[in-house]
């Protein structure tokens, strides 16, 4: 059966329609079929704007064109944005956890939420916050108790921890020395797990005397010990 020009109908009830333009309303209780398109021409568009519109890019996918050139792709995978941003609001919400969000509160600014609160901040200027959205440096921490940055060897449980303790500053190995190496230097300030302080040297030595009490090692071709008293300006050498 033939309706007007361009529409079928067929004995089943299909409605065919094959280069049909409505300027009204079109309603149908069942399915409208559409032929595929591509991103040149769409098989969805406006009369008045052919390249731009849907297409179905192959099954289970639906793209979004404009002027020719697809900007979304959705298919069984997800959302893809394609040539071009996605631009948003204020935040992107976990869709069953919606105190979660990854959130854009100033101009150029990031932060991160969760439980409804901020936990993370990226500002302006390049300066990372945790625990605060006013941070002072490139990284800042801070917590309502004793803040510590936690650095970690994967398959071993030797940690260092770099703390601020009510105020006093903090530097623990869990498993070996704490060592500076001023300009890349070694054994220049050791301090060992038994307590003893070395300077100059890779280990501790007891200089002959025995025993294995803590103290203080300093090496060198002419180690000394400077005392330097300020109101005489006088100096004395060990």
Do not use: C, W
């Not at 040149?40 to 002027?67: E, H, M, Q, R």
């Not at 993370?120 to 300066?127: M, N």
């Not at 294995?212 to 300006?233: C, F, K, M, R, V």
């Amino acid at each position: 059966v033939i309706v007007g020009s361009g529409i079928t109908v067929s004995p089943d009830g299909d409605i065919f329609a094959t280069g049909v333009t409505t300027t009204g309303s079109l309603v149908s209780n069942g399915v409208i079929k559409v032929p595929d398109g591509s991103t040149s021409a769409p098989s969805i568009t406006a009369a008045s704007d052919t390249n731009s519109g849907l297409y179905f890019a192959a099954a289970d996918a639906l793209g979004l064109v404009v002027g020719g050139s697809r900007k979304l792709l959705a298919n069984s995978s997800g959302i893809t944005v394609n040539n071009g941003d996605l631009t948003i609001d204020d935040k992107i919400i976990h869709q069953s956890d919606t105190d979660t969000t990854i959130r854009f509160p100033a101009a150029d600014t990031v932060s991160v939420e969760t439980g409804g609160s901020e936990r993370v901040r990226i500002t302006s200027a390049g300066l990372m916050g945790i625990g605060t959205n006013s941070p002072d440096n490139i990284l800042h921490l801070e917590s309502s108790s004793n803040p510590y940055l936690q650095l970690e060897k994967v398959g071993t449980s030797s940690k260092i921890y770099l703390g601020n303790s009510s105020g006093e500053a903090v530097l623990e190995a869990t498993a070996g020395a704490i060592k500076l190496k001023p300009n890349g230097a070694s054994n220049k300030f050791i301090l060992d797990t038994s307590g003893n302080l070395i300077l100059g040297a890779a280990s501790y030595q007891n200089g002959g005397f025995g025993g294995t009490s803590h103290g203080i090692n300093i090496a060198g071709t002419q180690p000394q010990i400077l005392l330097h008293e300020t109101d005489t300006d006088k100096d004395g050498y060990f």
